[in-house]
């Protein structure tokens, strides 16, 4: 995996501040309240709220 538990454990989506879940591909965090993913690049989170992408 690339992000680590413990990050994933203190993250929260920045537009409704919910938990976030690691997408079956490990590409990406999804906010289910939001229906949105923050993608993962380089194994870095990009918590941008314009850059997210719709959850499918």
Not at 6 to 25: N, Q, Y
Request: hydrophobic share 45%; proline share 7%.
């Amino acid at each position: 995996m690339a992000v680590s538990q413990e990050l994933l454990d203190i993250l929260v989506c920045p537009k409704c501040k919910g938990a976030l879940r690691l997408t079956g591909p490990e590409d990406g965090l999804a906010c289910e309240a939001c229906r949105l993913v923050y993608e993962i690049r380089d194994d870095i989170p990009i918590m941008l709220i314009d850059e997210a992408r719709p959850l499918d």
